[in-house]
């Protein structure tokens, strides 16, 4: 895959991934980890060759039966400006509170959550976080996706460049 030019990108490339084996792609900037996430999740097709998961085409599948199979945890997180809880339980709408704090508990943003307080004096899973997560750090708006993405309990879980937590 090469973004349409002739050169650069990702050239012969082979990768299996067993169930529940780990996997970390290094490299400098620059050198395709992330359109790798980006092949993976179908936000481009590949030029050449294909994507099998679990030995499936990723391409005949629809692209919503593809994203509720990953989890995925970036360096620029989604946040709204809803409940701590709401946001947690966005990968997850059906979970019980009991889940949303476990889920929390192992990404180990359970006690800032607990101590969150915002404007209106609503506190803890209740506080609302600030549009795009504003009033929290990097690492701790990366932990609520770690959170959520625990609770989706996808079969395939991407973390791109999700270093501050």
């Known amino acids: ?15 299996t991934i067993k169930p529940g084996e780990k996997l970390g792609i290094v490299g400098a900037s620059g050198a395709g980890k992330s359109t790798l996430v980006a092949l993976l999740l179908r936000l481009y097709e590949p030029e050449q060759g294909k994507i099998l998961i679990d030995g499936v085409d990723s391409s005949t599948v629809t692209q919503e039966s593809l994203r509720r199979n990953i989890g995925m945890v970036t360096q620029e997180t989604a946040m709204f400006n809803r409940s701590a809880r709401d946001n947690i339980l966005y990968g997850r709408p059906d979970a019980t509170e009991a889940e949303v704090i476990a889920a929390a508990q192992r990404a180990e943003a359970h006690e800032f959550i607990q101590e969150l307080e915002d404007h209106k004096g609503r ?13 929290l750090s990097g690492g701790q708006r990366q932990r609520i996706a770690l959170a959520r993405a625990i609770l989706k309990d996808a079969p395939i879980l991407v973390l791109d460049e999700a270093t501050s937590a």
């Open 1 to 15: 895959f090469a973004y349409g030019r002739q050169t650069g990108g990702i050239d012969q490339i082979s990768l």
């Open 123 to 135: 506190r803890g899973y209740d506080a609302h976080l600030g549009e795009r997560g504003v009033k």
